[in-house]
């Protein structure tokens, strides 16, 4: 972060000074001398607790919601919401610079549209990108606060659980361009229906400029019926060759452990490109962020080449090998949509025989029973031999699967889960691990891993 005068950040939180503010932390243990610390309440831990520690640690500010022993009234600015007040402190450092962004929301692929994006991005420049899934009101300011004057361009990643998130993301952001990859049914717990998420998700509108590209996904089937702002430029991308669509690929094909496919664009012609990753879902996000780099003015084919440089991050179809498996690591989020995609690519790796470590989808709502037990059909359908279903909504799915013919067991215990697996995997198979992040699955491979290297 570079030095910003507290008034300035600080604008429509509170009164400041000018005095030079050299970071923005939540974290008490990151606290350095000319700070300013954000308190924020939590059900385990509340950042209150630890103020006044970061004003004797050096903080020259703390925002906080209430009073705190040991934080000078002249060094407190209050506010009604952390969260709000994070962003707008974004908001107002991001008036320092004007690189290219491209902001990405939907409800599944985010992350891995972000990465592609980045991808194309670098290849132009020095560029920033949300690390991980860092996409809410404290990720995505995060990001922003590490924008500095060597940045060209960048692209952020925008998540939310509430209508308004979204508008508050963007207009803190302003990216030159957006991506919707889709509409899903995550959230809907909180939101709803679709139709809610879709209303969400359009929120990214409010923060781009006249004239900006808007890149939608013409394959799903809720966003063509959105309200584009008349102000801004839809364009349509399709990984599945909708003829009506701006951006197409075409003849995809599986190579070398990627996949190889011809983007037909209306506007610039035709350019070969690869990924380094399977699954026809992987093609639409890699498909967007070229549209979208592309319609702000990068060069076409420098853009189709880059899209080979794309590096997966986190448990994202993270491919490991363990004594002669080979193992899928997509554990770092589930949702319905991205659960089926997942199973589609799974089923179409080359492979003697093929096991499945699937847990529970969170945050579904009034649809989880239904989601859960068609998971357990999508397995059988794509070759899945022997599923360890994991959590207690997946016993529906261990159910489903095994009323389909698959060989299905339902664990409660990640010790009993990771037993099965390691005793019924050998060298040449192959193992998708797949669930919400909450379910923690990664505890169950390290467990199967040390398994298969002691029967090695």
Request: hydrophobic content about 45%; some cysteine; proline content about 5%.
């Amino acid at each position: 972060m570079q030095p910003i005068a507290a008034n300035h950040l600080l604008a429509g939180v509170g009164l400041a000074d000018g005095s030079p503010v050299t970071a923005v932390v939540t974290d008490s243990r990151k606290v350095v001398p000319g700070c300013v610390f954000v308190c924020f309440p939590g059900q385990k831990v509340d950042g209150h607790d630890y103020a006044a520690a970061a004003i004797r640690d050096g903080a020259a500010w703390v925002v906080a919601n209430h009073p705190v022993p040991g934080v000078p009234a002249q060094r407190l600015i209050l506010c009604a919401n952390s969260h709000h007040a994070m962003v707008r402190m974004a908001a107002n450092y991001r008036t320092l610079f004007s690189p290219t962004l491209i902001g990405v929301t939907g409800s599944v692929g985010k992350t891995t549209t972000k990465e592609f994006c980045y991808a194309v991005l670098s290849a132009f420049g020095p560029a920033l990108k949300t690390e991980g899934n860092q996409n809410n009101e404290i990720g995505l300011p995060n990001t922003l606060f590490r924008l500095d004057d060597t940045i060209r361009y960048g692209v952020v990643e925008m998540g939310m659980s509430n209508l308004g998130e979204i508008e508050r993301l963007t207009r803190a952001a302003r990216p030159s361009a957006g991506i919707i990859t889709c509409i899903g049914v995550s959230h809907l717990e909180s939101l709803g229906s679709r139709e809610n998420i879709l209303k969400a998700k359009m929120e990214i509108c409010a923060g781009l400029p006249d004239g900006a590209p808007l890149v939608l996904n013409r394959d799903d089937d809720l966003l063509p019926g959105a309200q584009v702002p008349g102000r801004l430029h839809p364009v349509w991308f399709s990984a599945a060759g909708d003829l009506s669509a701006d951006v197409r690929a075409l003849d995809v094909r599986d190579e070398d452990g990627g996949q190889a496919f011809t983007i037909e664009d209306r506007r610039f012609g035709r350019f070969e490109a690869r990924i380094p990753v399977i699954g026809r879902h992987n093609v639409a996000d890699a498909l967007a962020a070229w549209t979208a780099a592309t319609r702000l003015g990068l060069d076409p084919a420098r853009a189709a080449a880059a899209l080979a440089d794309y590096q997966a991050t986190g448990m994202r179809q993270h491919i490991v090998h363990c004594g002669g498996v080979t193992v899928v690591e997509d554990c770092y989020n589930a949702s319905p949509d991205s659960m089926k995609a997942s199973l589609t690519m799974f089923g179409q790796m080359p492979l003697a025989r093929r096991a499945a470590l699937l847990g529970d989808m969170l945050e579904l709502g009034a649809v989880s029973e239904e989601a859960h037990t068609q998971t357990g059909r999508w397995a059988a359908e794509n070759g899945v031999n022997y599923l360890v279903a994991y959590g207690p909504q997946s016993a529906l799915t261990a159910r489903a699967a095994a009323e389909a013919g698959v060989k299905a067991v339902h664990c409660t215990d990640p010790e009993e889960a990771a037993a099965r697996l390691a005793a019924w995997l050998r060298p040449g198979d192959g193992l998708l691990a797949k669930a919400s992040r909450g379910m923690a699955l990664e505890t169950i491979l390290q467990r199967v891993y040390q398994m298969q290297k002691k029967g090695e």
